[in-house]
Nanobody
């Protein structure tokens, strides 16, 4: 499964962005897709995940501001980010787990200025 992440950019604090993760195959058969983020010198951390049934999990640190969704027709998973803060600055990666293998997208950089 190839994953293509896009939608990052430079925004000001308080603004919104929507990241997209397009998969090379139908996501209706991929049990779990997730968004992670990473800043230099730190480990990659989970931001949100969504199951094939649409069950979502958003980590507490971004809960209420970020949401994850999927479009099975477009084979795309989205991360909608509102009220962005400078501490949200990171490279965001999408990840899928399919048939026991883990696949990562190439990452998209989000920079939030104060």
């Amino acid at each position: 499964v190839q994953l293509q992440a896009s939608g990052g950019g430079l925004v000001q604090a308080g603004e919104s962005l929507r990241l997209s993760c397009a998969a090379s195959r139908s996501i209706s058969v991929i049990p779990l897709m997730s968004w992670y983020r990473q800043t230099p010198g730190k480990e990659r951390e989970l931001v949100a995940s969504i199951t094939v049934r649409g069950t979502t999990n958003v980590v507490d640190i971004v809960k209420g501001r970020f949401s994850i969704s999927r479009d099975n027709i477009k084979n795309t998973v989205y991360l909608s980010m509102n009220s962005l803060k400078p501490e949200d600055t990171a490279t965001y990666y999408c990840k899928s787990i399919y048939e026991g293998a883990v696949y990562w997208g190439q990452g998209t950089l989000v920079t939030v200025s104060s």
